[in-house]
């Protein structure tokens, strides 16, 4: 088996900071880790890529819950768009992704669902599917077709779950619609993480969906009601409930960065960066198609077409973690952690995913200063830098 070391780096994961930081990895998994020069009895064999840190930033490979595509290429447009989108997103250093279906016929989300299947099973850097649409409020549907939104009846769930084959590992549903607190209770049978979104429900509503064991809050503030003094809403109630994640999309636009580091400090620990990224994440402004809809995107900012309703982010997990730490004065290690071990305790993964330590998969990324991405390396071999 290959070995890799990585040597002199500031290492920044959930257990926090350390300098001088070391790892050596055997195949996929870190075998060591250490600070100082104990990496050089690892480093001599002839098959060991050594990589110089240079006192650079060193993090566990990013997590992204939710996503639609980048580098040009949507995930809903067949094998060879998604791994060409999968392959921007890993040259910015996430190393783990679901692929996040928008509403859409059911026959074509069985389409999807098989193929993320398929994926899921060759290659090991795609953890499966994230049901976006199409259990969600129209009156909240954000960028999500209203011809092909619907309410969770058992028979449409059922041939879903079918569909994925055991990889459908979070949906988001709007838990007012009829027979979704039943519909959340299949999902979870089946192994399924459910997410609150795109939702016109109220606290108790949503309390509710929490109390029936949906544990995530799909992009906190975005397509739900935000917090009034009267009605607290969704996201209350998802920081209430010390269960229950809360992803954020940090691109600045979605939610301002005030609101976005309002959510750290009530939420420790329970905070997932998203990117929610479409095609145009990883590329150049333009037009786009997100589902069966028209995106334009000026500036970095999608939106449907000749309205100014937000479709998706240009995020990469890199440019969400540089605007936690600078946009919204986010701690690193905390920023870090929203992206690592909280994804990855999301998906009950945080035993392998997510930290910079021994007998967990050597997945990491290599940044500087300014929190550039230099190196990526995932399953043990470097991917990009
Ligand atoms: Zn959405």
Same mark, same amino acid.
């Given at each position: ?19 001088? *930081? ?75 992704? /679901? ?5 859409? +016929? $059911? ?16 290659? %090991? ?12 409020? %129209? ?35 709007? +838990?007012? $619609? %009829?027979?979704? $607190? ?31 064991? @949906?544990?995530? /809050?799909?992009?906190? *503030? ?34 301002? +960065? ?9 939420? +420790? ?23 069966? $809809? ?6 970095? /900012? ?25 946009? @919204?004065?986010?701690? %690193? ?47 043990? @071999?470097?991917?990009?830098?």
């Amino acid at each position: 088996m290959s070995g890799l070391v990585v040597h002199s780096a500031r290492k920044l994961d959930a257990d926090g900071r350390s300098d001088d *930081f070391w790892l050596v990895a055997d195949g996929a998994h870190i075998t060591t880790t250490g600070t100082g020069t104990g990496w050089r009895t690892h480093a001599g064999a002839a098959d060991v890529t050594v990589i110089d840190g240079q006192g650079r930033w060193l993090t566990p490979g990013f997590i992204d819950l939710h996503c639609h595509g980048g580098g040009g290429h949507p995930y809903d447009d067949g094998v060879e768009e998604m791994r060409a989108a999968l392959a921007t997103h890993r040259a910015h250093g996430t190393t783990r992704s /679901l692929v996040s279906h928008v509403a859409n +016929p $059911l026959a074509s989300l069985r389409e999807s669902l098989g193929i993320v299947a398929e994926l899921t099973a060759t290659d %090991p850097l795609v953890l499966g599917s994230h049901l976006e649409g199409p259990f969600l409020a %129209p009156e909240r549907r954000g960028a999500h077709d209203a011809r092909f939104l619907r309410d969770p009846e058992p028979e449409a769930v059922e041939e879903l779950l079918g569909a994925a084959r055991g990889t459908l590992r979070t949906a988001t549903i709007a +838990p007012e $619609l %009829p027979n979704a $607190l039943e519909a959340i209770g299949v999902l979870i049978e089946a192994g399924v993480v459910v997410g609150v979104g795109h939702t016109t429900a109220d606290y108790a509503q949503t309390a509710r969906a929490f109390e029936v064991g @949906a544990r995530l /809050l799909t992009h906190a *503030f975005n397509a739900m009601p935000g917090i009034h003094h009267r009605a607290p809403g969704p996201v209350m109630a998802a920081i209430e409930n010390p269960e229950v994640t809360l992803e954020l999309i940090l691109d600045g636009l979605h939610v301002h +960065p005030s609101v976005a580091a309002l959510l750290f400090r009530e939420a +420790p620990g329970r905070v997932a960066l998203v990117t929610d990224a479409m095609a145009a994440a990883g590329a150049t402004d333009g037009d786009y198609r997100l589902g069966g $809809l028209n995106v334009t995107v000026h500036d970095g /900012l999608a939106v449907l077409s000749g309205t100014d309703t937000i479709a998706g982010s240009t995020l990469t997990q890199d440019a969400a973690l540089r605007n936690a730490v600078t946009l @919204a004065g986010v701690d %690193p290690v905390a920023a870090v952690t929203a992206l690592t071990r909280t994804p990855a305790r999301v998906l009950g993964e945080d035993h392998r995913l997510g930290r910079l330590h021994a007998g967990y998969l050597a997945d990491a990324v290599l940044l500087d200063h300014d929190w550039r991405v230099r190196t990526v390396v995932a399953d043990g @071999a470097v991917l990009a830098g």
